[in-house]
């Protein structure tokens, strides 16, 4: 797929701006600060209505505007389809696709794919648990939209759930009871919704796992395709094994097919008076951790904390073309966009990851500096500077 047109008004540091793309390589060139970054980032938000730099929506509406437009014209397979969203932060977001409005903007996920490369992509190995699930959930809710609101169901019910704990374990008597039986039904919406995440997740692991050691043989020099690996480690292994198993085990024991609704309830039942006594719950996808390995299959260690900045790198950039692959491999080619990372590589990974781009149907590609883009990627290029974008010849 590609974006053809794209409209923007009041979207971050733009007024109104009205940008003709074309399929293939497209490079945006201007000093910092320009709005090369807001450019992209509009894209990557119409593909799941949350954006790669910010969690909420207020930031992306320009200061001073109460509202924002991003509207694309975008080309699959043959087909075009005008794809607009009105960010109203404190009110309701509005979505329209051939100027329909749909009746939840959320129908429009997933209808535009794009898979983002950052300079903040090294927070993905080196920064917390939880910038690896947020990378999974982007990538699981790209593949499967529905899975957009099973996350937002699920947050819901975590915040319940930690409230309803906080009152239960301070509760005595009469009212203890209540809360107690109170929580099981937020045990059993809990594991229920969670089970549905921690399934996609496991699957998404079993699925991406070739590509991001095929990716990383492509970047890191001298690697082989055995040398990174992904492994998914599940509260609820841990929490069944607060004896069970032992926790240096790498590989775990759930499949995709299994029972997870049952172990995810068994584990919670199981830590009920550790979370009653924390006030949190303890059990569920929201402490899950990707874990991130590098080196042959007889030693592993894991990348965070072990692995070296350049190898870190290597693996960042793998896990992105891992998931670019894998959308495509789905059957649709996701848009790319390539925010400022010339800059972090040296020569040779830079001309590496050229290569490996070069045959994308849409590269969107920013830089500061138009040497650093290599020559492959400077199809169209474009000039940013002031709220401006013009193309360069
Ligand atoms: N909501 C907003 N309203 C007005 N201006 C904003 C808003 N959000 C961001 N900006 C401005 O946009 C500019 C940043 O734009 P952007 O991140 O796209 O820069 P860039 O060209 O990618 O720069 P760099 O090369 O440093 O990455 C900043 O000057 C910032 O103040
Ligand atoms: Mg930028």
Do not use: C
Not at 26 to 45: C, H, M, P, S, W
Not at 253 to 282: C, F, H, N, T, W
């Amino acid at each position: 797929m590609h974006v053809a047109h794209l409209t923007l008004h009041d979207f971050r540091s733009y007024g109104d701006i009205d940008v003709a793309l074309e399929p293939g390589a497209t490079a945006f060139i201007g000093r910092n600060g320009q709005g090369k970054t807001n450019l992209v980032e509009a894209i990557d938000y119409l593909s799941r209505l949350s954006s790669h730099r910010v969690a909420t929506d207020a930031p992306l509406v320009r200061a001073g505007a109460d509202q924002a437009i991003v509207r694309a014209s975008v080309v699959k397979e043959g087909r075009t389809a005008l794809l607009e969203v009105e960010l109203n932060p404190g009110r309701a977001n509005r979505a329209r696709i051939n100027r329909s409005p749909l009746p939840r903007p959320r129908e429009i996920i997933g209808l535009v794919r794009t898979v983002v490369f950052a300079p903040d992509d090294l927070t993905l190995v080196k920064g917390d648990p939880s910038d690896r699930r947020k990378f999974l959930d982007d990538l699981l809710v790209l593949r499967t939209p529905r899975l957009a609101g099973v996350r937002s169901d699920y947050d819901r019910i975590l915040r319940q759930r930690n409230s309803l704990l906080k009152t239960a374990g301070l509760a005595r008597g009469s009212s203890r009871d209540a809360a107690m039986s109170t929580l099981e039904i937020w045990d059993d919406n809990l594991a229920r919704v969670g089970a549905e995440i921690l399934g996609a997740r496991l699957q998404l692991v079993a699925d991406l796992r070739p590509y991001v050691g095929k990716a990383y043989e492509a970047v890191a020099r001298g690697a082989s395709r055995d040398d990174a690996d992904l492994d998914y480690r599940a509260s609820i292994d841990q929490g069944l094994v607060t004896g069970l198993r032992p926790s240096s085990t790498s590989e775990s024991s759930l499949e995709p097919g299994a029972d997870l609704q049952q172990a995810l309830l068994d584990a919670i039942v199981a830590r009920r008076k550790e979370e009653l006594d924390r006030g949190v719950s303890l059990v569920g996808p929201h402490r899950d951790e990707l874990v991130l390995t590098l080196g042959d299959p007889e030693l592993r260690l894991p990348v965070k904390g072990y692995a070296s900045h350049g190898e870190s790198w290597s693996y960042a950039l793998a896990l992105r073309l891992a998931s670019y692959d894998l959308l495509r491999a789905d059957g649709d080619d996701p848009i790319l966009v390539l925010d400022d990372v010339f800059a972090e590589l040296d020569a040779e990974r830079r001309s590496q990851l050229a290569e490996l781009v070069a045959g994308a149907e849409q590269v969107l590609v920013t830089a500061a500096v138009a040497a650093d883009v290599p020559a492959s990627l400077q199809g169209v290029r474009f000039l940013v500077a002031d709220g401006t974008v013009t193309r360069d010849g």
